[in-house]
């Protein structure tokens, strides 16, 4: 009898607790989904990927949470004035066999575009909290090639983990990695007789260098869509690796030289003008020459010769 007691404590208890863990219920839903939605902001994005199972079917691909988590963060690197809200606050719940299918429509706004796109997740219940197995938009949606959906980022290196740069970018004596999410051409013709091309981008023709370790901030660069990245070691002894950037046009290529810990240009861009300088290597252009001193090679226009200059450049 005592045993029987004890046992029926123990399942009630085990019950209220399981009440007390475990959200049920459209309203509970409603509150979830609300909570993802308002933190897809610039601001509270990294919280995102707790809201996701370990697998997730995203955008009718199989995502990891990471790689989700990853996905995020590249939306708001190209676009830092992304919005999204649920038009009206309205949404509808369906319990599908264990789980919860919430409807509703997304109003996005993103660089000067706004938009509305029928959209769902499949919400389901795993440790006493809800997660996200399935995100996605309607296949009847209109102007799904907008580059704030993933496949537009499907390429990209943080995904597909090709095109890292490893060094120690923030001077902790841990290997890092940076990798860069360039645009996406739309279009590119040759405008002048200098066969300079003008290319139009998705977006605006920028490119972006975003480093693993999250606390290091991304660092955009302006008018970039073709670029390589070199890891030139500490330059200014502060114990962590400057990261090179290549900006890579038809005629010429740029060369910035970055602080990896705080994005800012430690010297002007070293310009070469490759239509003249042509095959030109990291080492024929910049050489650390001594404590904090760097000596840059680059091209420069003298009595309508395109010649070589060299100059030591101390850093500080």
């Keep these: 009898m005592k045993c029987f007691s004890l046992f029926s404590c123990l399942f009630i208890l085990l019950l209220l607790g399981c009440n ?3 959200p049920s219920g459209e309203k509970e839903v409603r509150k979830f ?7 897809h902001t610039q601001i509270k994005s990294p919280y995102l990927e707790r809201y996701y199972m370990d697998i997730v079917t995203y955008y009718e691909k199989e995502f990891t949470r990471g790689q989700v988590q990853q996905d995020k963060n590249l939306l708001f690197q190209q676009f830092p004035d992304y919005t ?11 319990k599908v066999e264990g789980s919860y299918l919430v409807t509703f429509t997304k ?39 907008a580059p704030i959906f993933p496949s537009a980022r499907k390429s990209n290196a943080i995904i597909s983990n090709n095109r ?3 060094g120690d970018f923030n001077g902790d004596g841990l290997s890092d ?5 360039s645009p996406e051409i739309r279009s590119a013709s040759n405008a002048d007789v200098q066969n300079t091309d003008t290319v139009q981008c998705v977006g605006g023709c920028n490119s972006v260098i975003i480093f693993s370790n999250k606390a290091l901030k991304a660092i955009t660069i302006k008018g970039a869509y073709q670029s390589q990245l070199e890891n030139l070691k500490d330059l200014n002894s502060d114990g962590a690796d400057e990261i ?24 002007e861009p070293i310009v070469i003008n490759t239509t003249v300088h042509k095959n030109l290597k990291l080492i024929d252009v910049f050489k650390k020459t001594g404590t904090n ?17 060299s100059k030591v450049i101390a850093l500080k």
């Excluded at 989904?33 to 933190?39: F, L, P, R, T």
């Excluded at 706004?114 to 399935?134: C, H, Q, W």
């Excluded at 990695?177 to 999410?181: G, L, P, R």
């Excluded at 090179?244 to 705080?262: E, H, M, Q, R």
């Design 20 to 22: 007390e863990v475990n």
């Design 244 to 267: 090179g950037f290549w900006d890579i046009k038809p005629t010429t290529k740029s060369l910035y030289v970055f602080n990896a810990t705080d994005g800012t240009l430690l010297i």
């Design 84 to 94: 999204q809200r649920i038009m009206n606050d309205q949404s509808e719940v369906t």
């Design 177 to 181: 990695y940076a990798t860069v999410i």
């Design 164 to 166: 890292q740069l490893y």
């Design 33 to 39: 989904v609300k909570q993802w939605n308002d933190a």
């Design 107 to 145: 109003h996005v706004n993103y660089n000067g575009v706004e938009a509305d796109y029928p959209s769902y997740l499949s919400v389901t219940i795993k440790n006493g909290e809800f997660k996200i197995m399935r995100e996605g938009v309607s296949k009847n949606a209109e102007n799904l090639d």
């Design 293 to 309: 001193k760097i000596t840059v090679t680059s091209s420069a226009e003298i009595n309508g010769a395109w010649v070589l200059k």
